[in-house]
């Protein structure tokens, strides 16, 4: 049996089908922690991705959005107390751009700038008839561990010639 307090990272699924695509990233499968709360209604998948800990939960069936979402967060934190970095994993469509396309299946991070969180909820703008979209809000930005992997991956591949 594994530690819940073993467990840094937590990732969050809105669906089944996200939860099951998640699989292809995690490496080893351990055993199941020794004890969660007797009021857990939680069901969670334990992996590893490298020498991290992680744990899955996928929402509801019936109930999405951001409130299960936090519930779950919630939940997840309290039976897994050391978690350090939560995420919410899930799948887009594609974006047509001027300059850059976004086709269905790349990977985005939202990377904050301008004083920006670096990530748009759908429903934090707005466009008006023949104008361009104007933004009314945005998330928080990210803890300051993932934005520090992301320069050095940004700096990888600018070093190999992107």
Partial sequence: MSNSREYTIGWICATTTEFIAAQAFLDEKPEPPEMLSHNEINTYALKRIGKYNVVRVILLKVSYGTTSAAVAARDMVHSFPNIRIGLMVGFGGGAPGRKHDIPLGDVLVGCPSDGEGGII????????????FTET??????????????????AAYAGDGH
């Fill in 121 to 132: 909820r759908y429903d934090y703008g707005k466009t008006i008839q023949n104008q361009t």
């Fill in 137 to 154: 809000g945005h998330l928080n930005q990210p803890p300051e561990s993932p934005l520090t992997a992301m320069g050095a991956l940004e």
